[in-house]
């Protein structure tokens, strides 16, 4: 990480468990579910889906991850900033993107209560069964990837575009 001033940063935290390592097959199948998710998704979709819910679970490695991946993808550096605020800048994506982005906070924030039936039908008008089914798969996997970051400590800062694929 490259500073352009002299102020000094904290330093970085060491991953508490280096878990693929560990558990390589699970690994293996988690990159295999998600590339199989993301079949049939806009490349920059997939990636706002998956910035969001970074966002919501607090997830510094997968935050890291999926802005270099959205921008290589030729997502806006405007449009990945405003996603945090995303309902007061609705402008800024489209109504398939607003109803992915809206799905992905109520399958993310699920100990909140159950998906709303006007969310699933919002996104439902968005997209077919099949691309419908692969958003919600998507959404679950990065949750998933989220929940292995977080709790391993995983160190954000280091990942390079398509470095894992």
Known sequence: MSTEHSAEYAPEHTPRLAWAQHAPEVYKAMVRLDGAARKGLDAKLFE???????????????????TKDAIAAGESVQRIVQLSAWEE???FYTEQELAAIELTEAITVLTEGFVPDEVYERAAKHFDEAQLTQLIASIIVINSWNRFAVTTRMVPGHYTPGQHG
């Open 89 to 91: 800048s609705k402008h």
């Open 48 to 66: 706002l889906v998956k910035i969001r819910a970074s966002q919501l679970n607090h997830c510094a490695y997968c935050l890291d991850m999926h």
